[in-house]
């Protein structure tokens, strides 16, 4: 058990509070954990979490209300949507006809697993094994739908987590996804809201401090236990 991923945890939640996700018709619920409830609010976060793949969020966000405008959040009905008509409706999230098509692929599936509630009901390293079979669904896509729309606890990591893990001296800045994935899940509660928290916290802690460039580290809540803080200051001339 790694004692310092506790730390960080307990240092973010008190420093930013609860972060409430996954968003569902653009609103966060922090402290609530009974979201998504039912079927339709987690194919919403599916998508959002297909949509997702290299683009802000808001972009994402903006594609995922574009096809609830037109009742299309629902995998029957993407199923059936044209390709070219689907792209359209996500055009903000970028990659919009590789994104319908994926988009597609994944109703498809959910439709012939027998819908989303059967599909979570499977035991998580089968449900894993079988959302990273489906072409263009890699590991943190998988655990991001594992986690936020099945409720299952599979730690999702990002560039962030692996960014502010190498700051804080806990991995080696070419540690791989599973290495980290492994790190957050052996040091946390195996938990759905611990892990649904701690990565919202990170990604909340690398945008408001651990930025790619020029970090602001001098009011950081993690500056005491930062290994890139005191590198720093040893090597100023
Ligand atoms: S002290 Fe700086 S480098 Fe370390 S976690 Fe905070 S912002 Fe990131």
């Not at 606890?153 to 980290?180: C, M, N």
Request: hydrophobic share 40%; glycine share 6%.
């Amino acid at each position: 058990m790694n004692s310092s991923i506790p730390t960080v945890y307990e240092s973010l939640q008190a420093a930013y509070g609860p972060q409430g996700w996954w968003p569902i018709s653009g609103k966060y619920f922090p402290g609530d954990y009974s979201r998504p409830r039912d079927d339709a609010e987690a194919f919403e976060v599916c998508v959002g979490a297909l949509l997702a793949q290299n683009t802000a969020w808001k972009n994402a966000e903006k594609a995922v209300a574009s096809l609830a405008s037109v009742n299309a959040l629902n995998p029957q009905k993407i199923t059936v949507l044209e390709q070219g008509v689907l792209a359209q409706l996500i055009r903000s999230s970028g990659y919009y006809n590789q994104k319908a098509l994926r988009l597609k692929l994944f109703s498809d599936f959910v439709v012939c697993e027998g819908g989303l509630e059967k599909l979570f009901a499977l035991p998580l390293p089968e449900l894993r094994a079988k959302l990273l079979a489906l072409n263009g669904v890699g590991e943190e896509t998988a655990d991001s739908i594992i986690l936020y729309a099945a409720k299952k606890p599979s730690f999702v990591v990002d560039a962030y987590t692996k960014r502010i893990a190498f700051r804080l001296g806990l991995l080696p800045e070419d540690a791989s996804y599973a290495q980290t994935k492994e790190l957050f899940e052996a040091s946390l509660p195996s938990d759905y809201a611990a892990y649904n928290e701690c990565h919202a916290l990170l990604v909340e802690h690398a945008k408001r401090h651990c930025t790619k460039k020029a970090p602001r580290c001098s009011d950081c809540p993690l500056q005491r236990n930062c290994n890139y803080t005191k590198t720093r200051l040893a090597t100023k001339p």
